[in-house]
T-cell receptor
Framework: DAKTTQPNSMESNEEEPVHLPCNHS???????IHWYRQLPSQGPEYVIH???SNVNNRMASLAIAEDRKSSTLILHRATLRDAAVYYC?????????FGDGTTLTVKP | DAGVIQSPRHEVTEMGQEVTLRCKPI?????LFWYRQTMMRGLELLIY????????DSGMPEDRFSAKMPNASFSTLKIQPSEPRDSAVYFC?????????FGSGTRLTVV
């Protein structure tokens, strides 16, 4: 399975943008890039996903490198409720493997 | 939409007992996943189904674990016999088109 690499932790100030990086150098042409987040004592929550083009939704934006070997999740204005573990995963025909994720701390 | 419903929320059982975890996916979702989460190993995919058919069970740790999906609205994960190292939070997720919704999980403690 293709793997992803993320920083263990990141910090942000409230109401500032946050860029969460993810490397996936062994991605295959049919792998989708997904981002999920997990708040304490909850199951993971879908954030966004894409294949090749940048994607936007009400929660975040996903910027995908041209060679698809890396991507960045962008939270435009971090709030205290965005503090969570963020997972970048690759999915192919349904199968996906979660890594350790990035723990995002948001400071007021 | 009630989301993915898992039961029970908490389960405490003695070593050697049979444990059955239940999941009701969101109607219309054609994929169903079972994950296990521990501090040591993080989130692990155990098995997933597509249209009620098991597609990949390579993550099931051993023969003590079994999963079924008799219809589109119900799935079970059974552990028999249970062992203390099976203690974890077990998540069920369903989805389609690449977007998956997770349940709240079942926290299993085997003593």
């Amino acid at each position: 399975d293709a793997k992803t690499t993320q920083p263990n932790s990141m910090e942000s100030n409230e109401e500032e943008p946050v860029h969460l990086p993810c490397n996936h150098s062994t991605i295959s042409g049919t792998d989708y890039i997904h981002w999920y987040r997990q708040l304490p004592s909850q199951g993971p929550e879908y954030v966004i996903h894409g294949l090749t083009s940048n994607v936007n939704n009400r929660m975040a934006s996903l910027a995908i490198a041209e060679d698809r070997k890396s991507s960045t999740l962008i939270l435009h204005r971090a709030t205290l409720r965005d503090a969570a573990v963020y997972y970048c995963i690759l999915t192919n025909a349904g199968k996906s493997t979660f890594g350790d994720g990035t723990t995002l701390t948001v400071k007021p | 939409d009630a989301g993915v419903i898992q039961s029970p929320r908490h389960e405490v059982t003695e070593m050697g007992q049979e444990v059955t975890l239940r999941c009701k996916p969101i109607s219309g979702h054609d994929y169903l996943f079972w994950y296990r989460q521990t501090m040591m190993r993080g989130l692990e995919l155990l098995i997933y189904f597509n249209n009620n058919v098991p597609i990949d069970d390579s993550g099931m740790p051993e023969d003590r674990f079994s999963a079924k999906m008799p219809n589109a609205s119900f799935s079970t994960l059974k552990i028999q016999p249970s062992e203390p190292r099976d203690s974890a939070v077990y998540f069920c997720a369903s989805g389609w088109g690449g977007k998956y919704t997770f349940g709240s999980g079942t926290r299993l403690t085997v003593v």
